[in-house]
Nanobody, 120 residues
Framework: QVQFVESGGGLVQPGGSLRLSCVAS????????MNWYRQAPGKQRELVAT???????NYADFVKGRFTISRDNAKNTVYLQMNSLKPEDTAVYYC??????????????WGQGTQVTVSS
């Protein structure tokens, strides 16, 4: 059973920073692409950032220049460094990953989410 668990959310003032982590556990061959999504109340879940197994990254326009996604394959962990936070960044943040369970079987997984609230 593969599981992803996020941590690092919380309450921060506008302009502040947070670092989210998402760690995988269980038995698998390797982790492929890893993503961070977010969902604000009353809104659809949206893609925030992506990092491939080759460490190529892509960001939504609304976080470019403020957020940085990274990964540590040895720790099976993906991070999201969030700087210059704005109230509109308030949301539940989810990690999502595509995992090679075997060398030929790819499955997608979600974490349970971590709340980020940006408010003065």
């Amino acid at each position: 059973q593969v599981q992803f668990v996020e941590s690092g959310g919380g309450l921060v003032q506008p302009g502040g920073s947070l670092r989210l982590s998402c760690v995988a556990s269980g038995s698998f061959f390797r982790i492929d692409t890893m993503n961070w999504y977010r969902q604000a109340p009353g809104k659809q879940r949206e893609l925030v950032a992506t990092i491939t197994s080759g460490r190529n990254t892509n960001y939504a326009d609304f976080v470019k220049g403020r957020f940085t996604i990274s990964r540590d394959n040895a720790k099976n962990t993906v991070y999201l460094q969030m700087n210059s936070l704005k109230p509109e960044d308030t949301a539940v943040y989810y990690c999502n990953a595509y995992v090679l369970i075997t060398s030929a079987t790819l499955k997608g997984y979600w974490g349970q989410g971590t709340q980020v609230t940006v408010s003065s």
